[in-house]
């Protein structure tokens, strides 16, 4: 991965902004630099403002706030995105978004990544992680530097949202399994919890406490599951020896500003996440070293100062007397924690989610102090400490400070940058077919949006969630309804791609296959090397019996997407229909190299190798398709042809 040497780049203008990062002598107590163990948990989609510890009144949350008790509660701490994969890429490698290429979901971190895991194991830590969400599953990168990454993900296939997530309790019992057996040397534990994210499933014994809200349902949950967790902590004597971080990706904007869920606006109900750092004991002996060499041992209780999530990788580093890897563009918050005066941080955040889904503009903003600048085709400036919802723009009133934010901003971004080409559209295979059929995937071409039109998100949120509602629509059985929304949709905006493309989804599924191609056709207007239009249509003329111009749609599709699942698997089914089983076989190894959890494609190989009386061949080629899909019943059949006794 192309980073930026932060150190070495930084600019007069900057010089002023970032503070300095010496560690203060807390952070590396004689005879426990590198020793002390570390656990990181993720609470995805958690806003901050719903924990009872920094203010919730609706919904107490014992269990979280208790970390605060012997730690420090950061009440002011920004996501760099507030996407899930981007933002704990940022948070471990201490980047920014614009700098290490990944602003989306499904994106994949390049090999050799610096990483929080990468450094730790680098100096004998034993590092494990406990993954409740998809977008973290191993093929993504973020793997590096772990040796156990528990990940089920990669053994199934991802047909409904649900399976997107794993609950809570599942998640941590095998995070306590693996302390039981590992703790007794130095380690890191990642564990992410992703029961917050949409769709919510809270068990039914969480609805009474709190009727009004599935996402609070779900925090109660997440709360007492946490509960027996740090129960296992204080039993077994981690909770004193240990460094606990409990922080959150992003948030959620639960109707803030006419959004419901996080990625499209960047404002404070999804930038503002939760961070409580509790500190392990120190002994007496060790106390007295440290007093002598700094009055100011005592870590508060809070900090109220604004950082971001990209300072807790160098936070935890400086906590363990370990320097800080050049390519880190975070500051250790531990000066903070002390009560050290410090300079004012500038909190960067970006969201290209509206750009790279609908050609809009890019998202980007700043906070220093109690301002938070967003830069966007209409800016905005807000007063935070006067106006936390954001609800009164000072603009134009406040041009000059708004300009001066603006300058920062630019300063930050140049300065940080990698070259131009470390930003990648690299989809993990065998990721994007389950998140478009699902609605989870912005990307959807081979490139970065064609159409970079500057429209203001803002001014398009009318059409972003009727967009929202007709993607739902489809997915739950309702095509006409749906194709009634993209229609509206596009008469007004003729040229919003995945409305195009989403209608002819739907044409599909109401087998109107000709209304699909010229959807298809419309799209490929817009966009010539556009993955799921080409996907689609030659899925179209397969449907219709035109072999000739699908292979044709695949080749094309091809030229661009060489390694795309839906082109090798199509051109394997037209090969196998002509008999070509070389070129059939050689095909669907391909889509399985795309997508190693296609049970289809080990379906189509299982048929050939029955096809040939490769008997064994075939058997384990049907038995790998029901393993990935158990409902998968023309798998079976075959396979109750084969050992028919057996089943």
Not at 240 to 250: K, Q
Not at 428 to 437: K, Y
Request: glycine share 6%; charged share 20%.
């Amino acid at each position: 991965m192309r980073q930026a040497r932060c150190f070495a780049i930084l600019s007069v203008l900057l010089l002023a902004i970032l503070p300095a990062s010496t560690p203060p002598a807390i952070a590396s107590p004689e005879g426990t630099a590198g020793s002390t163990p570390v656990i990181l948990i993720s609470v995805d989609t958690l806003r901050a403002d719903h924990l009872s510890c920094y203010g919730y009144s609706r919904l107490k949350t014992p269990h979280i706030d208790s970390l605060a008790s012997g730690g420090t509660l950061f009440s002011e701490i920004g996501s760099q995105v507030p996407i899930t994969l981007p933002s704990h890429v940022s948070l471990f490698t201490s980047t920014y978004p614009f700098a290490n290429g990944i602003g989306e979901n499904a994106q994949v971190l390049a090999p050799g990544a610096v990483t929080l895991a990468t450094v730790l194991a680098s100096r004998g830590y034993a590092t494990a992680a406990f993954i409740g969400g998809y977008f973290l599953a191993r093929r993504f990168g973020l793997a590096q530097g772990f040796q156990t990454y528990d990940s089920p993900f990669e053994t199934h296939g991802v047909n409904a949202a649900l399976d997107l997530k794993r609950p809570a309790t599942e998640v941590l019992q095998s995070a306590q399994h693996w302390l039981e057996q590992n703790s007794t040397r130095p380690f890191l534990v990642f564990i992410h919890l992703f029961d917050l994210h949409e769709p919510y499933n809270p068990p039914a014994a969480y609805h009474a406490r709190a009727p009004q809200s599935e996402y609070d349902q779900e925090l109660a949950y997440v709360d007492d599951s946490l509960g027996g967790l740090f129960d296992f902590l204080a039993h077994s004597g981690l909770d004193r020896r240990a460094l606990i971080v409990l922080f959150s990706d992003h948030g959620e904007s639960l109707g803030d500003h006419g959004e419901n869920t996080h990625g499209y606006f960047i404002y404070r109900s999804t930038l503002h996440v939760p961070l409580i750092m509790h500190w392990p004991d120190i002994d007496e002996e060790r106390n007295s070293k440290i007093e002598t060499r700094n009055s100011e041992r005592v870590l508060n209780s809070a900090v109220d100062a604004p950082a971001g999530l990209i300072d807790v990788a160098p936070t935890i580093l400086s906590f363990l007397g370990i320097p800080t890897p050049p390519s880190f563009c975070g500051h250790s918050l531990l000066e903070l924690a002390q009560g050290g005066e410090a300079a004012p941080r500038d909190v960067y955040s970006e969201s290209s989610y509206a750009h790279d889904k609908f050609g809009w503009a890019v998202l980007r903003s700043l906070r220093r102090g109690d301002y938070q600048y967003i830069d966007a085709p209409h800016p905005e400036l807000y007063d935070l400490k006067r106006d936390p919802t954001e609800l009164h723009n000072l603009l134009p009133g406040e041009s000059a400070l708004a300009a001066s934010y603006h300058e920062r901003l630019v300063a930050l971004e140049a300065t940080y940058r990698s070259q131009p080409s470390s930003t990648s559209t690299t989809i993990a295979p065998g990721a994007a077919e389950s998140l478009r059929s699902l609605g989870y995937l912005a990307i959807t071409s081979a490139h970065p949006a064609l159409d970079d039109s500057g429209v203001d998100p803002k001014d398009r949120l009318f059409e972003f969630k009727r967009y929202l509602l007709a993607g739902h629509l489809a997915r739950t059985g309702h095509a006409e309804q749906a194709v009634e929304e993209f229609q509206g949709i596009l008469a007004g905006d003729p040229r919003n791609l995945p409305a195009h493309i989403d209608l002819a989804r739907s044409e599909i599924g109401l087998h109107r296959y000709p209304k699909a191609a010229n959807q298809l056709k419309a799209a490929l207007a817009l966009d010539p090397r556009n993955v799921d239009a080409e996907e689609l249509l030659g899925d179209v003329w397969l449907a219709v019996g035109n072999l000739t111009r699908a292979a044709a749609e695949f080749q094309q599709l091809l030229t661009f997407a060489p390694s795309d699942y839906e082109a090798h698997f199509g051109l394997g089914l037209i090969a196998a229909h002509r008999h070509a089983s070389a070129e059939a076989t050689q095909h669907f190894r391909a889509a399985l190299a795309a997508n190693p959890s296609s049970a289809e494609a080990h379906y189509q190989l299982g048929l050939i190798a029955a096809a040939q009386n490769q008997k064994d061949d075939a058997v384990r080629q049907f038995q790998t398709a029901l393993q990935l899909d158990p409902k998968y019943l023309d798998a079976r059949r075959e396979l109750a042809k084969l050992n028919p006794t057996e089943h």
